[in-house]
């Protein structure tokens, strides 16, 4: 997870929110490439956030992100 985690520091998403979307997403929806997104809405800083998280079929996240375009997904 080298990558997932230098992201983790660039957008500024705390790993304890990361994993609560893993363990408790709002939803999940089948991705590209047999992979899996987990989403949630989430607050950070005082501002509603949805953060996606791309995982592979063994469970490695690849990437995530957020976005505050929350109606866009």
Do not use: C, T, W
């Amino acid at each position: 997870m080298p990558h997932a985690r230098e992201q983790m520091q660039q957008r500024e998403i705390p790993l304890q929110v990361l994993l609560e979307i893993l363990n408790h997403p709002e939803a999940i929806i089948p991705s590209k490439y047999n992979r899996i997104a987990y989403q949630s809405v989430v607050e950070i800083n005082g501002k509603p956030y949805l953060i996606r998280a791309f995982v592979e079929p063994d469970g490695i996240v690849i990437s995530f992100y957020r976005s505050s375009k929350i109606s866009k997904y």
